[in-house]
């Protein structure tokens, strides 16, 4: 951001130590404000900084300092917040936003609102992850911040404008900007900051106490020496930091010591299963780290990292391919996995967001998976009745799919649970599932309109039903099947069109029967699940961008390998050569109670069609890149019946018809579907994916055909799907790159 517009006219700095100090600097060096001013109680402290350039001014006082600023940051020792606010508040102007960066919140809040009487509108706390074993002014270092995370605990009432100014000064920084509540923030930082922090002054101190000390610490490992650094922090700092955020220190130091008696007794048992559990999901939370301590995804920080796409038009599609394993499949290996009894080994899993969010949900709840280790994933299976409590709320990133039918299987267990998810998915409606839950039993709370956070009661006896579905959906169906396994009585579920059926084949081959007749599925509760071994086929949804982009694009040639081909899946295929595509079936076979075949596309001549209505749920997560079939094809397309597009991760029919008018396309919305006109130019444009990531890879198949440069925006979560899209693109002859990906 150096040389770019300053953001605030006057910031004051109150207390120039480490944080404070680096703060300051880099406010300076890269422009965010017109003029930084200092204060600090240590004069020499306050005229070094100065000299240092660090500041461009030096107040004689905390007054002096905040009159006419427009931004004030407390630098301040916790302990000494109240004193120095009693300080700044007589002197701070109306517009002004006040800022800290201490560790601890509540007590930060308690402090303001007994100084101001409130909570006012303007003040922002904040906490910027980020330190070093050097203190003073003379440690001041601008990029401290840089590639660091900034945590910010703006009230409900908080002014939205400033606190989108004081978000971009940090990112302006270098920073990453996390937005949280104050009680979770000081829970987070409690357990990731300063019990670490506490066990290492504790270990220290009893190990220096031993007879053999000296030995202790000459030969102590490398890791001893990482750990143990931060006993070298500041003393007195933490004994504020503790003291301060007292409760939720004493309550992850309980949860904490009743975890290490836990494995006490394991080591003394030779409990191995233990161990190795314990082991496995500390593992996986550790490579996981700073995405889970901000509630985000599992790979990548989606909601905080922008990725753009740039494309450039032309080019055909060659070669050989696999594409990630099923996503669905994913998800269901691992739940039915977890629950059965034995170990399942799975072959394939896809490695995305989606799917390593059920993975690690399963983890919180007791289940020891091995892996996943490039698609391999060992499952020790607790059996039908098997799960624990999980400590907190299961964090399910952007799967729609993992919430519904986590809804059915948690409705049943003795203990209480909690489903979120990131803000695409809290935005999602959850009461087609709820609604049928409710029926048979379950007690679940939602927000607002039916979504997210599901809160589940347990302890409730479900009683199985027979349910009309008003709308064909796999993950309603799936959802009541599940709960199901644990109804009194049958549970039976009419669809009004076939969905897929992944659920029904993989329930079979756990052992547990499932009675097909036509529309209806049929479970009857109290049943087991016995370990299988699962092969995950290629996603057909992940393979559809690529039989499009070769259809279209003239003279493409390409195969893709080892595709499920799941009779309820294979709409976007049934619909292609509708359309005139020139797809081979070859080499099928079924592995694993899945057909699977190679796909052979060879570019064609497409027409437009009046899509079967019948076809549409089998094709309902390929219709964006159909949309782009249709605009290359001759004639007119025309979807119908697609209603359920509309709440997928977005209003897919109408971020299409907008991304399609952003290149020049005309198309008619309708309340269930579209129609297009074939043979429109698409010419360059920036498109805006609203975060979905199959409208993001289908507008990078548009490229092909189009006219000019294509931007896509808010890629990152294509990630959720198909990690390495951009990859793979590239590698088949999509002129494509991706900015701001890792």
């Known amino acids: 951001m150096s040389g770019g517009q300053p953001l605030f006219q006057r910031v004051a700095v109150i207390g120039l130590g480490l944080i404070g100090g680096s703060l300051a600097r880099a406010i300076r060096e890269n422009g965010l404000a017109v003029t930084v001013v200092g204060a600090d109680k240590r004069g020499d402290e306050l005229a070094l900084g100065k000299e240092l350039g660090i500041i461009d001014e030096a107040a004689g006082s905390v007054a002096e300092a905040v009159a006419g600023s427009d931004l004030v940051v407390l630098a301040v020792p916790v302990r000494a917040t109240k004193a120095v606010l009693a300080e700044i508040q007589p002197h701070l102007g109306a517009n002004a936003v006040l800022t800290d960066v201490g560790s601890t919140k509540t007590s930060f809040v308690k402090d303001v609102v007994e100084v101001f009487g409130k909570l006012p509108a303007k003040v922002i706390p904040g906490h910027p992850i980020a330190g070093s074993e050097k203190s003073g002014i003379r440690a001041a270092n601008p990029e401290l911040f840089a590639n660091h995370k900034v945590i910010l605990t703006p009230a409900d009432n908080v002014s939205q404008p400033d606190l989108e100014k004081l978000k971009a000064l940090w990112e302006g920084c270098g920073a990453t900007v996390l937005t949280m509540s104050v009680a979770y923030h000081d829970e987070v930082l409690a357990a990731t900051s300063h019990l670490p922090h506490l066990i290492a002054f504790s270990l220290v101190d009893t190990l220096a106490g031993e007879d053999e000390n000296l030995d202790i610490f000459r030969y102590a490992a ?69 995405k889970m301590l901000s509630g985000q995804a599992y790979v990548t920080n989606n909601s905080q990292k922008q990725v753009t796409f740039r494309l450039q038009p032309g080019g055909r599609i060659s070669g050989e391919i696999r594409v990630p394993g099923d996503k669905s499949i994913s998800h269901r290996s691992i739940m039915l996995g977890a629950l059965a009894d034995g170990i399942t080994e799975v072959k394939g899993f896809l490695e995305g967001e989606d799917s390593l969010a059920t993975l690690q949900a399963f983890r919180d709840m007791g289940v020891t998976i091995e892996g996943p280790d490039a698609g391999f994933v060992r499952i020790h299976g607790v059996g039908i009745n098997g799960l624990q409590a999980p400590r907190g709320p299961l964090y399910l990133g952007n799967s729609g799919t993992a919430m519904r039918l986590f809804s059915g299987l948690l409705a049943a267990q003795p203990f209480d649970s909690e489903l979120t998810g990131d803000e695409s998915l809290s935005k999602r409606p959850m009461g087609r599932v709820a609604d049928p839950l409710r029926a048979m039993g379950a007690v679940i709370d939602t927000a607002e309109g039916g979504r997210p956070p599901l809160k589940i009661r347990g302890g409730h006896a479900l009683t199985g039903i027979h349910y009309e579905m008003p709308v064909a959906s796999a993950q309603v169906k799936s959802c009541l099947l599940l709960a199901g396994l644990y109804a009194e009585g049958v549970t039976s579920v009419t669809e009004p069109a076939p969905t897929r059926d992944h659920t029904e084949r993989m329930l079979e081959g756990f052992g547990y029967h499932v009675h097909r007749d036509t529309a209806t599925a049929s479970v009857t509760g109290g049943g087991r699940l016995t370990a299988s071994a699962i092969d995950v086929p290629a996603d057909i949804s992940s393979a559809a961008f690529f039989l499009v982009a070769a259809s279209i694009a003239p003279g493409s040639d390409l195969t893709i390998r080892h595709v499920g081909m799941n009779p309820t899946r294979v709409g976007v295929i049934n619909i292609l050569r509708m359309m005139g595509a020139n797809i081979e079936v070859l080499e099928e076979r079924v592995i694993g109670g899945e057909p699977v075949a190679d796909l052979r596309v060879r570019s064609a001549e497409l027409k437009g069609i009046d899509i079967p209505e019948d076809q549409v749920p089998l094709a309902i997560d390929e219709f964006p890149v159909l949309f782009i079939a249709a605009v290359c094809a001759e004639g007119r397309t025309v979807l119908r019946g697609a209603e359920e597009l509309r709440v997928k991760e977005s209003d897919r029919i109408q971020v299409m018809a907008d991304g399609l008018t952003a290149l020049g396309v005309e198309t008619t919305v309708t309340p269930d579907g579209i129609i297009i006109d074939g043979g429109q130019t698409m010419g360059s444009g920036t498109v805006n994916s609203h975060g979905d990531h199959r409208i993001a890879m289908a507008f990078s198949v548009a490229s092909l055909r189009a006219d000019g440069g294509i931007e896509v925006t808010d890629c990152a979560n294509v990630s959720t799907s198909f990690p390495g899209f951009v990859e793979l693109a590239k590698r088949t002859g999509i002129n494509i790159s991706a900015e701001g990906a890792e």
């Open 222 to 290: 490398g890791g001893f020496r990482d750990f143990t650094r931060i006993a070298a922090s500041d003393p007195v700092m933490w004994h504020d930091i503790f003291l301060s955020n007292r409760d939720a220190v004493l309550r992850v130091i309980d949860h904490f010591t009743h975890d290490l008696d836990q494995l006490r007794t394991a080591i003394a048992d030779q409990d191995s299963a233990t161990l190795l559990r314990v082991f496995s999901r500390a593992k996986a939370a550790r490579e996981h780290f700073s």
